[in-house]
């Protein structure tokens, strides 16, 4: 059997949250009564010291930046009555009062609203920037990228059905001859050609260099000291000697790519 414990009626028990709430509205409206009874010279200085330490956040002030705040939005309330006491009731007393308030609220919004943000754009820059291990870990230059070279292989006057297939002819004049008019001078009796057989390199005689002949667009690149190392891509891959490492064409004519 559950027990039954009796509740008291009548009891009400009041919040004290407006009791602790109601010495601070005290402390508010005292500043700004005793800025407005202060000249407005001694005022000044008061709310620009004020301001300057919101602006600068003190570390040692962070937990009374609500306080300040209150401290600049009141103490501008009796600046402004300050002033406005010591125009003596001019005509354009009024007026020029209005003025420095539109200007100072107009300033201490601003003031807050920077005041707000900076810690949310300090936390997205935090978490934007990479941790240090991150940083340490990741992978510095491009991307690497394993090309493999094909071997070149050379063909001789023997091989007639390689020559018939790509249109060569051994001439008299010691000189190949590619299809009915081009011609290439001063290189050796053998023959590379490309996979695809849009390229075709000639040695120069006496080792002196390698011709390069493209069939798309019909030219010739002489390039003495030059060696064929390979084929890759439909491109030639050129050395000047075993301790150097390979080159692909476009980059020993200086061009970015060779043109498709």
Same mark, same amino acid.
């Given at each position: ?25 005290? +402390?508010?409206? @005292? ?6 009874? &202060? ?27 609500? /306080? ?9 309330? *009796? &600046?402004?009555?300050?002033? !406005?006491?010591? $125009?003596? *009731?001019?005509?354009? *007393?009024?007026?020029?009062?209005? &003025? ?24 997205? $820059? @935090? ?12 992978? /510095?230059?491009? @991307?690497?990228? /394993? /090309? ?13 059905? $390689?020559?018939?297939?790509?249109? &060569?002819?051994?001439? @008299?004049?010691?000189? +190949? ?35 390069? !002949?493209?069939?798309?667009?019909? %030219?010739? !690149? %002489?390039? %003495?000291?030059?060696?064929? !190392? *390979? ?8 050395? %000047? ?11 020993? $004519? ?7």
């Amino acid at each position: 059997m559950d027990a039954h414990v009796p509740q008291r009626k009548g009891v009400v028990r009041l919040s004290p949250a407006p009791l602790r709430r109601w010495p601070r509205w005290l +402390w508010v409206i @005292a500043w700004a009564l005793l800025l407005a009874c &202060l000249p407005w010279w001694i005022d000044l200085p008061l709310l620009l010291a004020l301001a300057t330490t919101q602006w600068a956040q003190v570390p040692r002030l962070r937990p009374y930046s609500g /306080i300040i705040r209150r401290a600049l939005r009141w103490g501008l309330a *009796g &600046l402004l009555i300050a002033s !406005y006491r010591a $125009l003596g *009731g001019h005509a354009l *007393g009024l007026t020029l009062t209005l &003025l420095v308030a539109l200007l100072g609220f107009s300033l201490l919004v601003l003031l807050e609203s920077w005041q707000d943000r900076k810690p949310l754009r300090s936390v997205a $820059l @935090a978490a934007e920037s990479p941790e240090w291990h991150e940083m340490a870990l990741a992978p /510095i230059g491009p @991307a690497a990228v /394993i /090309i493999e070279v094909s071997p070149p292989v050379w063909t001789r006057l023997e091989d007639t059905d $390689l020559h018939a297939r790509a249109d &060569l002819a051994w001439t @008299a004049e010691r000189s +190949w001859r590619i299809g009915e008019h081009t011609r290439v001078e001063n290189v050796e009796p053998q023959v590379s050609v490309a996979p695809g057989q849009r390229w075709l390199a000639f040695p120069i005689a006496a080792g002196r260099g390698i011709v390069l !002949y493209d069939r798309a667009h019909d %030219r010739q !690149y %002489r390039l %003495r000291g030059w060696q064929l !190392y *390979g084929w890759h891509a439909q491109e030639a891959w050129l050395t %000047r000697g075993e301790d150097m490492a390979p080159l692909a064409l476009s980059h020993v $004519l200086g061009q970015d790519q060779v043109e498709e």
